[in-house]
């Protein structure tokens, strides 16, 4: 016997994330699996938010309870891990945070 979800043809939504704003698309394949898995709420996050969102919950950051979220990113003097409370963008370096005290002395 054939469940619901492999019956049903699923079409393409464009839904907006939460945390950016941004248009993205719940395909009709993420919707069928999300209605195989038993997952009933469409995703309210872009996939770049989502996997920022998983990171930091497995960096155990929280969101919640009034704190910033903070991002992993890697320092660009050192090339450890430095963790920002802004979400980093190509186009400007980030640092650690003794990179980043280091860096400000000689400015």
Request: net charge positive; glycine share 10%; hydrophobic share 30%.
């Amino acid at each position: 016997m054939r469940t619901e979800a492999e019956v049903k043809v699923y079409a393409d939504k464009t839904l907006h994330c939460r945390d950016c704003g941004a248009e993205f698309v719940f395909s009709g394949g993420e919707q069928q699996f999300f209605a195989e898995k038993g997952l009933t709420n469409e995703p309210q996050r872009c996939h770049s938010c989502r996997a920022t969102a998983r990171q930091n919950r497995a960096l155990g950051i929280s969101n919640g309870g009034g704190s910033r979220e903070m991002h992993a990113a890697v320092c660009a003097e050192c090339g450890g891990q430095a963790l920002v409370p802004f979400l980093p963008r190509n186009d400007r370096p980030v640092y650690c945070s003794s990179c980043f005290d280091k860096v400000r002395a000689r400015a």
